[in-house]
């Protein structure tokens, strides 16, 4: 608030009246001629005019702590960046943003990915394995039964699979998954978020997936009711997403997971496959990625294109039949512990399921 006006207009209403005064006196032929009266009113009007009529400056306003406090919180926000005179400010855009694209690393940071074998609640592929379904309904999307038990025959069709590859490396595996016989296997819950690609989902999910194993589901009670090696659990969203696991290579949490949505989003939301079902079970045990720029060199990932382009963990475009027709090569039955060799890891060390050394 700025202080000293009032004072000011008072000054100048007395010069005013002080003028007036005089004319008064000297318009009138009988006063005017009394120069003592004349004299007084001269004398007034020339010390009425000699007050100081500048306005004073303003002072500063009284700032009380809590202002003080507004005005330091307000200087510490950050500087907005302004446009050169020249430049083009161009205003926000309010169009749909462009398709999420899968997670790829720069050159230099591939070729010595950490792995999952055997570490985490789903450590071996062998003997015996428990895989638990968790149906989770979102505030876009829900569940009906038949949508349910159309989840549970594809997984069913990706345990076949990987069942029938280990019997091509003589391993035994056997995975334990249908709910509709045992019903300890089959888990719901909710969640208050949307979960899509169009939102960053990942770590509220994480921390709710964190939340269900310790209220939802006893890994170790279920290890023992089935008398099992390992155990995972398979996150059902019914939206179009990525589908991706959450595996133990000694960091995050060791009761692995993995998360499948039942439409493709890099497919126009199109039923996702019972391949990529299977590729992000072979995950938890150990299987790596080897396609182009996510977890190995150029060298690699060209390598396996080339000699084994139908691989599972390059590729996992359906058939149109519901199977599956991909294979598991050498490279990661190696990973999955199913061998203890193959020769492409003398050519690329980085292959190496302890890591490159």
Not at 66 to 88: F, L, M, R
Request: with cysteine.
């Amino acid at each position: 608030m700025k202080k000293g006006n009032a004072g000011t207009k008072k000054k100048l209403q007395t010069v005013v009246m002080a003028g007036m005064f005089l004319l008064l006196l000297t318009g009138c032929t009988g006063i005017s001629e009394d120069k003592s009266v004349t004299e007084e009113a001269e004398t007034a009007l020339t010390e009425a005019v000699a007050v100081d009529t500048t306005l004073p400056e303003e002072e500063e306003p009284v700032q009380t702590e809590s202002e003080e406090k507004q005005d330091g919180a307000e200087q510490v926000q950050p500087e907005a960046t302004v446009a050169s005179e020249h430049e083009e400010i161009t205003p926000p855009s309010e169009e749909t943003p462009p398709p999420m694209e899968e997670t790829t690393h720069p050159e230099d940071e591939l070729g010595n990915p950490r792995g999952s074998y055997g570490l985490g609640s789903a450590a071996f592929l062998k003997d015996r394995n428990i895989l638990v379904s968790l149906f989770v309904t979102t505030p876009e999307s829900g569940w009906t039964d038949r949508e349910q038990e159309a989840v549970l025959q594809k997984i069913g069709v990706a345990v076949d699979y990987i069942e029938g590859q280990a019997k091509q490396y003589d391993v035994s595996t056997e995975l334990i998954y249908d709910w509709s016989s045992q019903h300890d296997l089959k888990v719901e819950a909710k969640t208050d978020f949307p979960i899509n690609e169009d939102v960053d989902f990942v770590d509220r999910l994480d921390e709710e997936i964190a939340y269900w194993f310790e209220q939802k589901i006893s890994y170790e009670k279920l290890l023992e009711v089935y008398d099992a090696e390992g155990i995972a659990t398979c996150v059902f969203v019914n939206n179009a997403g990525i589908s991706y696991a959450i595996v133990y290579d000694g960091t995050d949490n060791v009761k692995e997971s993995l998360i499948l949505f039942t439409g493709d989003y890099y497919n126009h939301g199109k039923e996702e496959t019972a391949a990529a079902y299977a590729h992000e079970i072979l995950h938890v045990f150990g299987a790596h990625d080897l396609y182009e720029d996510a977890e190995f060199t150029r060298e690699v990932t060209d390598y396996v294109a080339d000699t084994y382009p139908n691989e599972i963990m390059l590729t996992v475009s359906g058939s149109g039949t519901g199977k599956i027709t991909q294979i598991i090569s050498p490279v990661t039955a190696y990973h999955l512990g199913w061998v203890s060799y193959t020769e492409e890891v003398d050519r690329f060390p980085q292959l190496n399921r302890n890591g490159n050394r």
